[in-house]
């Protein structure tokens, strides 16, 4: 499953996309992100799976385009420490 | 089938419906509950055909629109809370249906409910709710495969269609078809933002663009914000629309047009998908937990 | 020299006219729906301040979101550019500027000529514009200028959900129902206003000093909240919502810092 977590609004698309199939549950990127966007879990929206997956938190999804906005500079970039620390890339932003 | 209805001048129209010809005597008995910040529904299955269903508006908390729904859709039944052998909620007050056994999200109960209602060759499901708006993509199970969700912005959503029946004091339930009586498709508002488009069609009023106009370049509008929405998942055949705006033929009408793709038809209530996906997952999961 | 600045923003009309660098005259119109005819009020306001004719003007220069919608003009330019001449020229230490208008957010970061190095706006949504403060200051039933100071007398914190103003709205009027104190919702609409202007500035970059321009700036509430996130005192130049006119007037005279 593609889950794309995030909003459209006004000013853009906001969207971090988590490869639920792809995602083993190794919580990398939970302790990769500064500010706590990410968290791991049984899958949500598969309540029949018991697998643990990667998910944006609930507090989150309304506002990452404000909460991840240091870690996008808009000049000299670095690479986005969540993409960065999951081997099985399965993570991706819109934005 | 027996059909109920309750009008309310405010807002839209709350109904009921339940099977005449099945009986729930000796037959597994499992419900879905989704309160939506807007509207509550109750569904009943048993054995997991549909039984019984309401579709009300949400009250001031949740366990109490709960409530409501389940005693409605269990109305001259004979059923009662005790009858029902798992509940599963769903929806913005999931977490709050004090007689359900577990909360599933309303993204996995649209997809599976979907299912249920369009059968399985629906592979996009667009869920037009009070304050969000899904789109869903699943397999011929219903099993989601993609998905994003819009409920950080009113644009898109019901509640930005609110604002606009408010603003022109049309009742929801005649802005669709209000919208269609124009001669020419108007431009649509330019602004995404339902603070500013409102500011946008106070503006066409005064420049005297009747009501019906200013209604068709809103529905229109909307239904290219979900259009954009729809494409980051992309649309895949077929297509079907669930929740309240899917009763909102300027909506729906325009968007067909825009998406190209016809939207698939439904004898059921487009505002109960989640409710039966919440009430077919409570079946699953019994069935899981006894094997 | 005589030159005249008109900014023409989604809300007021202002007009600063300018001679020898120094201001002379300014006014502020609502612009309504009859922008042209409102522009026209302002600037006849400004003149008549300054005691000349519009024959008397060397220069004028238009800016903001309705910068074309002005009477007459020689050139437009654009408001972040304006917004830095002028908060430079009234704080010449001034490196970042943050202006917070009717229906934009913008930040800014320039040189001490005022030249713009980057900038980032906020616009199509109002949850990050003075239009959510207005609309919040609706829903709680307190008038605009109220608002703000009355984020001052919070005694709690209280989290605000929504990021969109029409959901907020509905939160603010379910707060008012459970009886929260509106000095705890004043400083929790303003907070949420601060953070998303903040993470704006953050994503630029931010030097010191920071000036704090447009309309929005005159909120205390606002720039409360604003300094504790940022973990700065802003400066807020006096008359803030006339930083961008002024900027255009400065353009009008070819100013360029330092004066």
């Known amino acids: 499953m593609i889950a794309n977590y995030g909003y459209k609004d006004g000013s853009g698309d906001y969207f971090i996309a988590i490869d639920t199939d792809k995602c083993d549950g190794c919580k990398d990127c939970v302790s990769a992100c500064p500010y706590g966007v990410l968290d791991v879990g049984p899958d949500q929206n598969d309540p029949l799976s018991d697998n643990e997956v990667a998910f ?24 986005l420490p969540c993409i960065a620390s999951c081997k099985q890339k399965a993570i991706s932003h819109s934005w | 089938m027996v059909e109920q209805q309750r009008t309310e001048l405010w807002r839209w129209t709350e109904s009921r419906w339940m099977n005449p010809d099945l009986d729930w ?48 859709a269990m109305e001259n039944t004979g059923l009662t809370l005790k009858d029902l052998a798992y509940t599963v909620g769903t929806g913005y007050g999931r977490v709050n249906v004090p007689f359900s056994q577990r909360a599933i999200t309303e993204i996995a109960c649209h997809a599976r409910g979907g299912n249920f209602m369009y059968g399985p060759t629906v592979r996009t499901i667009l869920d037009m709710g009070g304050q969000d708006c899904k789109a869903i993509h699943c397999d011929e199970k219903g099993k989601v495969t ?16 609110e604002v606009f029946a408010d603003l022109l004091g049309v009742s929801i339930n005649d802005v669709g078809d209000l919208s269609l009586q124009v001669d020419k498709e108007p431009p649509p508002v330019s602004s995404t933002c339902v603070v500013y488009a409102k500011t946008e069609a106070t503006g066409l009023l005064r420049e005297g663009w009747p009501k019906n106009k200013v209604l068709a370049a809103y529905c229109s509008a909307m239904a290219h914000r979900i259009m954009t929405l729809l494409e980051r998942i992309g649309v895949e055949e077929d297509f079907a629309i669930t929740g309240g705006i899917a009763k909102n033929k300027g909506v729906v009408t325009r968007l067909e047009k825009e998406v190209g793709i016809p939207i698939m038809k439904t004898k059921y209530d487009t505002q109960i998908a989640g409710a039966i996906g919440a009430a077919l997952f409570a079946k699953a999961l019994l069935e899981k937990t006894k094997k | 020299m005589i030159t005249m600045g008109i900014d023409l923003g989604a809300k007021n009309v202002k007009v600063v006219i300018l001679k020898d660098n120094k201001i002379v005259a300014k006014s502020n119109v609502l612009a309504g729906f009859e922008v042209k005819e409102n522009a026209q009020k302002a600037i006849d306001i400004a003149l008549k301040q300054a005691g000349i004719s519009k024959d008397d003007l060397d220069k ?4 903001g979101a309705g910068e074309k919608l002005a009477p007459f003009y020689d050139e437009t330019k654009s408001i972040v550019g304006c917004d830095s001449l002028g908060a430079v020229y009234l704080h010449p230490a001034a490196r970042s ?20 190095i980057d900038f980032e706006v906020n616009e199509k949504c109002a949850a990050g514009a003075g239009a959510f403060t207005e609309a919040m200051s609706r829903a709680l039933e307190v008038s605009l200028e109220e608002l703000g100071p009355l984020a001052l007398k919070s005694t709690q914190d209280i989290p605000m959900n929504a990021q969109c103003t029409v959901f907020a709205e509905s939160e603010v009027v379910t707060m008012v129902h459970n009886k929260v104190s509106k000095a705890d919702m004043s400083k929790a609409i303003h907070d949420a206003m601060a953070s998303r202007i903040s993470s704006m500035i953050r994503k630029i970059g931010f030097d010191k000093d920071v000036v704090l321009v447009g309309g929005v700036a005159k909120n205390i509430g ?38």
């Open chain 3, 222 to 259: 606002f720039v409360t909240s604003l300094n504790k996130d940022l973990g700065l005192e802003v400066v807020v130049p006096k008359d803030p919502e006339y930083v961008g006119a002024l900027g255009a007037a400065l353009a009008a005279a070819g100013w360029k810092g330092g004066a």
């Open chain 2, 146 to 161: 993609n998905f994003l969700m819009n409920d950080k912005c009113a644009a898109g959503t019901g509640r930005g269609m």
């Open chain 1, 56 to 79: 944006v938190t609930e507090a989150e999804r309304k506002k990452i385009k404000y909460t991840c906005a240091p870690c996008k500079p808009m000049t000299n970039r670095p690479p």
């Open chain 2, 25 to 72: 005597r000796g037959k597994l008995i499992t419900s879905g509950i989704d309160v939506g910040s807007v509207s509550s529904q109750a569904v009943i299955l048993t054995d997991g055909e549909l039984y019984a269903y309401s579709n009300m508006r949400t009250g001031v908390d949740s366990p109490d629109s709960a409530m409501k729904a389940i005693n409605w």
């Open chain 3, 97 to 116: 500027v943050i202006d917070v208008g009717a229906e934009e957010g913008r930040g800014m970061r320039c040189d001490n000529t005022g030249k713009i």
């Open chain 3, 60 to 63: 004028v220069v238009s800016t």
